[in-house]
Every structure is written in C-alpha cells, then in structure tokens.
C-alpha cells in the first residue's frame, strides 16, 4: 500500500556528514507530519526531527545545530541533513510519515508509515 525506503547510512568520523533520505510511494493521497527517529543498542526509539506539513521543525535538543530535517513535496520525500557527527549520533535511524493513502475499497485511511531503518555509525 505505502512504502518508505531510506538511504544515506552509513560509516563516518567524528565530526563529518550524512545526509539521509526516505522517499514514500504507494497510494498517497496527502502527506502531514515527517520525522526521523532514531535507536541506539540498549535504548528506546527517540525522536530525532520532525517537519510538518506547514514545515515548521523541531528537534531534539541533542542535535539541535548540527541536525536539519526538509523535505521535497514533489518527491513525497524527507530528508535529514547531519552534520558535526559525535560518536553518540551511531543508531539505527527510521523515518516516519503520517498520511492518507486509499486504502481498501479506495477509501481514504490515515496511517504512520515506518522506514525500514538505516544504519548510521560514528567512529572516533
């Protein structure tokens, strides 16, 4: 029905840049809130960035400064750019999206679609 697939993980030093992606495609009707979270080994999933859809943001204040969340209308994409990356930032991250997709019989059904996580390691 939707799907959300995520890019730009990977390995980095301290101190440099990821940029991640999360393009979402499927029966979409509308788009609302987007957001990054994230998960380290041994804690809870948290919540990283989030963008509405009248693109107002917040963030985590871990990451405030270093972290910027946009997103492509066009596209039905997010995106997170981080930057200053410490050793704390290593996770698996996970994109969210809340939407209205049509669903069974075409009606509208609203949802929080997940990405399948992407793995972001910080080396010192």
């Known amino acids: 029905q939707v799907q959300l697939v995520e890019s730009g993980g990977g390995l980095v030093q301290a101190g440099g840049s990821l940029r991640l992606s999360c393009a979402a495609s499927?029966?979409?009707?509308?788009?609302?809130?987007m957001g990054w979270y994230r998960q380290a080994p041994g804690k809870k999933r948290e919540l990283v960035a989030a963008?509405?859809?009248?693109?107002?943001?917040n963030y985590a204040d871990s990451v405030k400064g270093r972290f910027t969340i946009s997103k492509d209308n066009a596209k039905n994409t997010v995106y997170l750019q981080m930057n200053s990356l410490k050793l704390e930032d290593t996770a698996v991250y996970y994109c969210?999206?809340?939407?209205?997709?049509?669903?069974?019989?075409?009606?509208?059904?609203?949802?929080?679609?997940w990405g399948q996580g992407t793995q972001v390691t910080v080396s010192s």
């Open positions: 963008i509405s859809s009248a693109d107002s943001t």
């Open positions: 969210s999206v809340d939407l209205v997709a049509s669903g069974i019989g075409g009606f509208p059904t609203s949802l929080t679609s």
């Open positions: 499927g029966r979409i009707l509308s788009i609302g809130s």
